[in-house]
């Protein structure tokens, strides 16, 4: 158990580092193409990196149970991704890093709608993590805008998918319920572009890298890695862990645009790992739900 727990703890990481890698390209494709037209073409291209592999391990049909869970968590993903793309075009980098990774606090409380349980350490490491990346964001000062409020609306259905991707993964393959939403996303997001940002389409040929690089790691990898890391991490520790996601992209910074971290920056960091640190440290809870995720098998 312990070994399959620091399997997943190490996936949910990876997942972060590839979210950081991920953020420039999303604010360039920002200045070229709408939100709905961006999101259309990486969830393509996403499930296409998908439904190849699965093709060639001959796995390519989902169970009428992957394509209900993965159509809700479809759904939920839809509108999250739409809400922070638009955000990120209307608020500053650091506002929308801040308000966005405000969903680690919300996770446990959604858990426990869907009565998922969360250890004292679970909690204290989200409350680490939310005041490390407060720490980290730099100036989040000024009154609520409309892209401030855009953002904060994703975190909050962020924290929707995340517990319920804890509930609803362990009984579907990972790649199929990854698959299934991302079609779902490609096609509405497809759908309103169409209706909504036609007037943009001349430049969106301009964000093909970036676009690109978003659809094969940000989500083809990453987000069908997540299913797989949180088949063995509680939902609140899940998001403790990919909240990583700021310090990851604070490291990308410093490695690749030449950016350096003030000391108030490399606090939040120190906070933000040590949030991810305490889990481990006060074992007994995770050995506890991967016991009761054993014995049953819709956690």
């Not at 638009?86 to 919300?106: D, I, P, S």
């Not at 993590?129 to 953002?151: C, E, F, K, P, T």
């Not at 088949?231 to 490291?251: G, T």
């Amino acid at each position: 158990m312990r070994r399959a727990s620091l399997r997943a703890d190490l996936t949910l990481l990876l997942v972060a580092c590839i979210w950081g890698s991920g953020f420039v390209a999303q604010r360039h494709a920002s200045a070229v193409m709408g939100a709905f037209t961006f999101n259309a073409l990486r969830y393509t291209i996403g499930f296409a990196l998908v439904a190849g592999l699965l093709t060639r391990a001959r796995r390519l049909r989902p169970t009428r149970e992957e394509l209900i869970r993965g159509g809700v968590l479809g759904l939920i993903m839809t509108a999250a991704a739409w809400l922070q793309q638009a955000g990120v075009e209307h608020t500053t980098a650091a506002r929308a890093g801040f308000f966005t990774g405000l969903y680690v606090l919300l996770v446990p409380l959604v858990g426990l709608t869907m009565g998922q349980r969360a250890s004292l350490a679970h909690l204290f490491g989200a409350v680490l993590a939310a005041l490390g990346l407060w720490r980290l964001s730099g100036d989040v000062s000024g009154g609520i805008g409309r892209g401030d409020l855009l953002v904060m609306g994703c975190a909050v259905l962020w924290a929707v998918h995340v517990a319920l991707t804890g509930k609803l993964a362990p009984r579907a393959d990972a790649m199929r319920l990854a698959g299934v939403q991302f079609a779902l996303v490609a096609v509405c997001s497809a759908v309103l572009a169409l209706v909504l940002e036609r007037a943009r389409f001349a430049t969106a040929p301009q964000g093909l890298l970036p676009t690109l690089y978003s659809g094969v790691f940000p989500i083809g990898v990453a987000f069908t890695l997540q299913i797989v890391g949180q088949r063995h991490a509680p939902p609140a520790h899940a998001a403790v862990l990919m909240s990583m996601e700021a310090v990851f992209a604070a490291a990308f910074g410093v490695a690749m645009l030449g950016e350096h971290l003030r000391a108030a920056e490399m606090t939040g960091c120190a906070l933000m790992f040590a949030g991810c640190v305490l889990p481990a440290v006060w074992p007994h809870r995770r050995a506890r739900y991967e016991i009761d995720a054993l014995k049953d098998p819709t956690r």
